[in-house]
């Protein structure tokens, strides 16, 4: 490297550039995917490069001042499929190599089946075992991804594996160990199937498994309560049905006891009265 490139590099005239897909790295077959190397403003030239027989070789150039600049592949296929980087010229120098981007082209096999070793419901901190086969099929990798990311159906590729057995209908079998798990875990699974000798040409995707890690013990505390609550609840409203039947029996019994002595009619009342008054009260005073 030229010793002025050093110097640039060194006060950030020369940013390492930086590549992406979008929609994202696995590609179905014959679909589109448009790939994006971002520079600086200054930059003028933009090439995109392949790797091929361990070389890179240029897929295409873009020229004009621009920060980024767009490389769109129109059909996916085993010969577009592969790693790629890019880099920028600025003034009379080309920046650093981007790092490397992989593009798989999924779907040029049969995909694979994806099965788990035991309940998908996995408490927090528990190991679980994945595995993915092919019956017909004898790949000798196979990857996991897990959907979800920053665009919708994106998937992020989790790890690949060897074909380290053979299952029963002569077809081959890879095993992938998640844990110790975490909520982040929780999710859908897909994996593929492929060649070391062909790592960029995937089978189509199996069907997704859903993973729902559980906090059995959070879960519990939960249902304690709301089993406490509800005994609560059911003992407040028995005493208010043990008061209110005491109020009603209370309430019945007193008109029983005024339905026992009825009022007397003033007639009554004034002869009771008078018959009740003392002889002395209707003497007549002689002394005067």
Known sequence: MDPRDTI???????????????????IPWNESVKILCWGTPESYLYQL???????????????????????????????????????????????????????MVTGFYNKPFIAADQDTVVMLGKNISLQCSSAHIPFDRFSLTKEGGAALGDRTKLGDTKATSQNQTGGHQGDFILGP???????????????????????????????????????????????????????LVALLAILLEN??????????????????????????????QTPDSHKVDTNH
């Open 8 to 26: 640039l590099l060194c006060f950030g005239d020369f940013p390492i550039p930086v590549i992406s897909a979008t929609p994202g790295s696995m």
């Open 181 to 235: 798990v975490n909520q982040s875990f929780s999710g859908n699974y897909r994996c593929y199937g492929w060649y070391s000798g062909s790592p960029y040409v995937w089978s189509a995707p199996s069907d997704a498994l859903r993973l729902e890690v559980t906090d059995i013990m959070k879960q519990d505390y939960t249902m304690g309560n709301l089993i406490r609550m509800s005994v609560a609840v059911l003992v």
């Open 49 to 103: 490069e392949i790797l091929r027989n361990f070389t890179f070789k240029v897929v295409e150039k873009k020229l004009g001042f621009q920060n980024e600049a767009e490389f769109l592949i129109k059909h996916m296929n085993p010969n577009t499929a592969g790693r790629y980087q890019c880099k920028y010229r600025k003034q009379d120098h080309w920046s650093e190599h981007s790092k490397a981007l992989e593009l």
């Open 247 to 276: 109020w009603h029996s209370h309430q019945t019994l007193n008109k029983e006891d005024r339905a026992d002595f009825p009022e007397l009619s003033w007639s009554k009342q004034k002869d009771m009265w008078t018959f009740e």
